[in-house]
């Protein structure tokens, strides 16, 4: 375990995630994950749901651990990393009947959020669905006193990070044909919102 990058909050929200990805995806057989950070949560969705392929992505640079947790955790369902920039139009091959990414829209600037859903738009199929796991404002507001801490200690991180507006994220996914289909409170003050292609 200890070459291996380890997250606690993913270690903390897998089985929420998990309980709505089983419901989700159940007809879903190829699973894009943006931004699968150390790893963890491929191995262990893909473990759950055997029926689905998981192809995981990432920045280059945390290929090693995401490489390391699958070589640890060997699944013929998931796939090694492939290279994901948001700064870079090329996407891999789709279609892909299913997109899941957690924690990664406060992390990137409202520009590559824009560009994720572009990309998304481009390769998810007809009737697909996209998961998007982490804390969002609502009209504007936060909705606890520590996603408020949390924001700001974002921003002094980097002014370009914040939680974003679920309203905003929604309007971008309806550009791209995608209409909501629910929207579940999850625990820590996250969410897990999900949207089907139509």
Known sequence: MNSRPFSAACERNKEPILAILREMLADKTR?????????QHAVHFARYLPHMLWQTSDLP??????LAWM?????????????LDMNDPSWPAGPYDAVFTAN??????WQQVQAMFRGIGRILAKDGVLCIYGPFNYRGRFTSAS???????????APHMGIRDM???NELAREQGLAMLSD???????????????
């Open 71 to 83: 070589e640890a955790e060997p699944l013929c369902n998931v796939l090694p990393p492939l290279a």
């Open 147 to 157: 996603n408020a801490r949390f924001d700001a200690m974002l921003k002094e991180q």
């Open 104 to 109: 990664t829209c406060h992390i990137m600037s």
């Open 31 to 39: 699973v894009l994950e943006i931004g699968s950070g150390t790893g």
């Open 184 to 198: 579940f409170e999850m625990p820590a003050n996250n969410r897990l919102l999900v949207w089907r292609r139509c």
């Open 167 to 169: 309203e905003a994220v």
């Open 61 to 66: 640079g945390n290929h090693p651990g995401i």
